[in-house]
């Protein structure tokens, strides 16, 4: 079955624009939780979302915020690019029984400049 | 009280040999310890996971050994293969794993012929 989806896989962006990154997880996954990897700070969570609803969130500035669309399709956004914000960004979805494990797509490798 | 500490930050294991990663916590209301293999370019993959009513858990070649008395558990590769090479990543959450990942910050194991 088809894994977890990340477009785009790269993107570069100037400090001060915005983007937006997208996961499709695999179907039948009604939750998706995004992850920020960076050699410093490692994995960090970012939020989660179930069923449209934000269930919940790490500790990252307002710039940062998702969204969960019906058919569980997810978009994360991060608002006045900081060149710190530069990292790997995981999305991971997760069947109802979550200790059947999350499965993370490749994730979205952004570069801001 | 979030925290899972990692070790050794790197490994190099002869081909053949076991290789041995460790993990503690401090949040006893983590009842959900997975471990996740990363390789370049890639996401972070599910490899094995345990819940603290068993002491170890074994698939194939990969072993989960966990000390609930000292909020600790491992992960032993035997028969160690350069295929194994990769960065490895304990996580703890709570809930039956329903809640975020929270990881390790990362073992990058090498194995040589």
């Known amino acids: 079955k088809a894994g977890v989806t990340q477009t785009p896989r790269y993107l570069i962006k100037t400090r001060g624009q915005q983007v937006t990154l997208s996961c499709s997880p695999i179907?039948?996954?009604?939750?998706v939780s995004w992850y920020q990897q960076t050699p410093g700070q490692g994995l960090q969570f970012l939020f989660e979302y179930f069923s449209e609803t934000q269930r919940n969130k790490g500790n990252f500035p307002g710039r940062f915020s998702g969204r969960q669309f019906s058919n569980s399709r997810s978009e994360m956004n991060v608002s006045t690019l900081e060149l710190g914000d530069s990292a790997l960004y995981l999305c991971?979805?997760?069947?109802?029984?979550?200790?059947?494990?999350?499965?993370f797509g490749s994730g979205t490798r952004l570069t801001v400049v | 009280q979030q925290q899972v500490k990692q070790s050794p930050q790197s490994l190099i294991v002869q081909k053949g040999g076991i290789s041995i990663i460790n993990c503690a916590y401090e949040n006893t209301a983590f009842d959900y310890f997975p471990w996740y293999q990363q390789f370049p370019g890639k996401g972070p993959a599910l490899l094995i996971a345990?819940?603290?009513?068993?002491s170890e858990k074994k698939e194939g070649r990969f072993t989960i050994s966990f000390n609930k008395s000292a909020k600790q558990f491992s992960l032993h590769i035997m028969d160690s293969q350069p295929g194994d090479s990769a960065t490895y990543f304990c996580a703890a959450s709570g809930n039956f794993g329903n809640e975020k990942l929270t990881f390790g910050t990362g073992t990058r194991l090498t194995i040589i012929p």
């Open positions: 179907s039948g996954h009604r939750s």
């Open positions: 991971a979805s997760s069947p109802p029984a979550a200790q059947d494990g999350y499965t």
């Open positions: 345990i819940r603290p009513d068993v």
